[in-house]
């Protein structure tokens, strides 16, 4: 049996795209699968450079470390990367890593990074290069059974159109203005049900505004708890995304349903390029008055990931 250990930070974005090469690889091997969520610590406000040194120290007075069994190592997340190196270094396997590791680059046997980010890397020789980020694609093909539940609150005679709205951070910072033109002219949309889903970036005065302009009926996610992305994405007939957020932007795609692009004024310039790009290959579209209908080849970058890995790893 294939052995693998996924190491990760605790962010969800991070075990999805684990998951995601994960379950590709499994439709090729059976698979033993071991995860070591690193909890964020004071230790992982230092460079990457300290925390392995750190670990290294662990490692030669026999601290924490057991060598095992391990065919392939896979991490996501800054934090990670580190461990994967200490955990290779014990157990002599294939190792990768997934967006930058910020570290130690060569000594990862690949990295699955997306294009735009690959002018970091001075020698490309190990890297697998993306459009966007991965998406487990048993999120995106949902059986029936488990979308009646999401399915009962609306009208099975409207369209859906779905807002997956991004927030502040390092790259980015989203205002109303960003979004108000746009909410303004789906509110005069006929027969449709708009739905609202914010993520942990959304800033409160956004979404206090858009709760302010929506129409009455529409919905806002996270409800409490309560939150079901993928089954909103599952379910709806059409997507908008606003432009900041990559992750976002490849769940949408990797649909295949029309999906819109809302401009954000402040992102980074290659988040920016790699929107514009999606819109001048005419696979993302900008709203304006009227939703349509459109075709395009949707992303499958897990999927070509785990044809890659197939042939790396010899399954």
């Known amino acids: 049996m294939f052995k693998i250990l996924v190491i990760t ?46 670990l290294l120290i662990q490692l030669f007075f026999g601290l924490g470390f057991k060598k095992q069994r391990i065919d392939l190592i896979i991490s996501c997340g800054r934090i990670a990367a580190p461990y994967n190196l200490i955990f ?23 990295i699955i990074i997306p294009q735009y980010d690959s002018s970091k890397f001075f020698n490309k020789h190990n890297l697998i290069l993306t459009r966007g980020t991965l998406v487990d694609r048993k999120k ?5 059974k488990q979308l009646l539940n999401i399915s009962k609150l609306f009208n099975e005679n409207f369209k859906i159109v779905l807002f997956l709205i991004g927030g502040s951070g390092k790259s980015s910072k989203i205002v109303f203005a960003d979004l108000k033109e746009t909410i303004q002219k789906i509110n005069q949309e006929k027969k449709i049900e708009i739905v609202y889903c914010f993520s942990r970036r ?6 206090n505004n858009i709760l302010k302009s929506k129409k009455k009926r529409s919905l806002v996610f996270p409800d409490n708890s309560f939150n079901p992305y993928w089954e909103l994405i599952n379910i709806a007939d059409y997507l ?22 809302i401009p954000v004024g402040k992102i980074k310039s290659k988040i920016k390029n790699f929107q514009i790009n999606l819109n001048k290959e005419k696979i993302t579209r900008i709203y304006n008055k009227r939703l349509s209908k459109w075709s395009y080849k949707k992303l499958e970058e897990s999927k070509l990931v785990g044809k890659q890995l197939k042939q790396i790893l010899k399954l």
């Open 240 to 261: 908008f995304v606003t432009a900041d957020s990559v992750s976002m932007t490849s769940d949408a795609l990797s649909t295949g349903k029309p999906t819109y692009m």
């Open 202 to 207: 959304t800033p409160q005065s956004l979404k």
């Open 9 to 54: 930070d605790t962010k969800l974005s991070s075990i999805n795209q684990c998951n995601s090469v994960v379950n590709e690889l499994t439709s090729f091997k059976k698979i033993n699968l071991q995860h070591i969520k690193i909890k964020k610590s004071f230790l992982h406000f230092f460079p990457n450079s300290f925390i392995y040194f750190k």
């Open 88 to 110: 290779k270094k014990i157990n002599n396997c294939t190792n990768l890593h997934i967006l930058n590791p910020y570290f130690k680059k060569n000594e990862f046997s690949k």
């Open 140 to 144: 995106i093909n949902l059986k029936r």
